[in-house]
C-alpha cells in the first residue's frame, strides 16, 4: 500500500490534525472566490477535499460543490456534513471522473507530490485540465518548499488525547518525508509522509507540458503576492489555454 492511502485514512491522521483550522479555510476561500470572480452557483471540485471542510463553506456560499478523496474513512465523515448542492465521493486524483463539468477544481493544503513517479504529477494536472470546463479555473495550493526546507524542525513531540506522536523531518532525495512514530497506550505504529519538495520552477516546467496556464502565483491565504524568501505557502491560480 502507498503511504498516502495508507496514513490519511489511519485514525491516528486524524487524531494528530484534529485541529486543523477551519476559520483559516473560510477565509481562504472568500479571499479565493472574490480573486477569481467565481460567479453564483458556479459548480466546484474540492479535489482531495479530506473531511470536506472547504467544500461545506464553499456550499454555504452558494456553490455547487463536489468533493473527492481517496480515504474512504474521511469520505464518510465529510459525509456527515449538512449542505445544499453539496456532495462526496471516493475519487483517487489519478483518475478523470468528468468532463469538462467544474468551473472551479481546487487543490487545496498541499494535496499534491504524492506519487513516486514525477510523471504521476502530469497525469493529475490533466485530469484537472480535462475536468474544468472552457472557461474554468484552478487553484492549487501547495506549502513554499523553499521556506520549509530553510526553516525545517527536525523533531517533534507531541500528546493528543493519551496517545504520543513522535514526529522526525528530513530532506531526502527531493522529498520532504515525516516520519510519524506512535505510541498508543503501549501499542506501536508507523507512519510516513513523502510529499515532492516542489519548487516554483517545478510547478511553472509541469504546467508548461499541459494546455493549463498560470494567471498568479500567491504566498499565503491572504492572496499576498508569492515571495520564497518569505511566503507560507505557494498557490497557483490558473485557467485552460
Ligand atoms: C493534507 S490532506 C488535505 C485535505 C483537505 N484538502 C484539507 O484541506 O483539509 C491531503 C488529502 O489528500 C488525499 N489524497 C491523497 N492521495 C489522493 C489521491 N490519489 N486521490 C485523491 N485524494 C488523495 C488524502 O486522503 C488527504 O485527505
Same mark, same amino acid.
Not at 468533493?67 to 449538512?82: P, Y
Not at 524542525?153 to 530532506?171: E, L, M, P, S, Y
Given at each position: 500500500?502507498? !503511504?498516502?492511502?495508507? !496514513? +490519511?485514512?489511519?485514525?491516528?491522521?486524524?487524531?494528530?490534525?484534529? /485541529?486543523?483550522?477551519?476559520?483559516?479555510? $473560510?477565509?481562504?476561500?472568500?479571499? *479565493?472566490?472574490?480573486?477569481? =470572480? *467565481?460567479?453564483?452557483?458556479a $459548480?466546484?471540485?474540492? *479535489?482531495?477535499?479530506?473531511?470536506?471542510?472547504?467544500?461545506?463553506? *464553499?456550499?454555504?456560499? #452558494?456553490?455547487?460543490? &463536489?468533493?473527492?478523496?481517496?480515504?474512504? /474513512?474521511?469520505?464518510?465523515e465529510?459525509?456527515?456534513? $449538512?449542505?445544499?448542492?453539496?456532495?462526496?465521493?471516493?475519487?483517487?486524483?489519478?483518475?478523470?471522473?468528468?468532463? /469538462?463539468?467544474?468551473?472551479?477544481?481546487?487543490?487545496?493544503?498541499?494535496? +499534491?507530490?504524492?506519487?513516486?513517479?514525477l510523471?504521476?504529477?502530469?497525469?493529475?494536472?490533466?485530469?484537472?485540465?480535462?475536468?474544468?470546463?472552457?472557461?474554468?479555473c484552478?487553484v492549487?495550493? +501547495?506549502? /513554499?518548499?523553499? &521556506?520549509?526546507?530553510?526553516?525545517? &524542525?527536525? =523533531?517533534? =513531540?507531541?500528546?493528543?488525547d #493519551?496517545?504520543?506522536?513522535?514526529?522526525?523531518?528530513?530532506?531526502?532525495?527531493?522529498?520532504?518525508?515525516?516520519?510519524?512514530h506512535?505510541?498508543?497506550?503501549?501499542e506501536?505504529?508507523?507512519?510516513?509522509? &513523502?510529499?515532492?519538495?516542489?519548487?516554483?520552477?517545478?510547478?511553472?516546467e509541469?504546467?508548461?507540458?499541459?494546455?493549463?496556464?498560470?494567471?498568479?502565483?500567491?504566498?499565503?491565504?491572504?492572496?499576498?503576492?508569492?515571495?520564497?524568501?518569505?511566503?507560507?505557502?505557494?498557490?497557483?491560480? #490558473?485557467?485552460? !489555454?
Amino acid at each position: 500500500m502507498e !503511504w498516502f492511502e495508507e !496514513w +490519511f485514512d489511519s485514525k491516528y491522521y486524524h487524531i494528530l490534525y484534529k /485541529n486543523r483550522n477551519d476559520e483559516e479555510a $473560510k477565509s481562504f476561500i472568500d479571499y *479565493l472566490v472574490t480573486e477569481i =470572480d *467565481l460567479k453564483k452557483e458556479a $459548480k466546484v471540485l474540492d *479535489l482531495a477535499c479530506g473531511k470536506g471542510r472547504h467544500s461545506q463553506y *464553499l456550499s454555504t456560499l #452558494g456553490y455547487h460543490v &463536489k468533493g473527492v478523496d481517496l480515504s474512504k /474513512n474521511s469520505i464518510e465523515e465529510a459525509k456527515k456534513l $449538512k449542505g445544499e448542492h453539496l456532495s462526496f465521493e471516493v475519487q483517487d486524483m489519478r483518475n478523470s471522473f468528468a468532463e /469538462n463539468e467544474f468551473d472551479l477544481v481546487a487543490n487545496l493544503f498541499t494535496s +499534491f507530490g504524492y506519487f513516486d513517479s514525477l510523471s504521476e504529477n502530469l497525469t493529475v494536472l490533466r485530469n484537472i485540465e480535462n475536468m474544468m470546463t472552457e472557461d474554468g479555473c484552478f487553484v492549487i495550493d +501547495f506549502m /513554499n518548499v523553499e &521556506k520549509v526546507i530553510r526553516t525545517l &524542525k527536525a =523533531d517533534g =513531540d507531541i500528546d493528543i488525547d #493519551g496517545v504520543n506522536f513522535k514526529i522526525t523531518r528530513r530532506i531526502e532525495q527531493g522529498n520532504i518525508i515525516k516520519d510519524i512514530h506512535i505510541n498508543d497506550k503501549g501499542e506501536k505504529f508507523h507512519f510516513q509522509e &513523502k510529499v515532492q519538495a516542489l519548487t516554483i520552477d517545478n510547478f511553472k516546467e509541469l504546467i508548461n507540458k499541459t494546455d493549463l496556464i498560470i494567471d498568479k502565483f500567491y504566498g499565503d491565504y491572504k492572496l499576498s503576492n508569492f515571495d520564497a524568501d518569505v511566503s507560507d505557502r505557494l498557490i497557483i491560480v #490558473g485557467s485552460k !489555454w
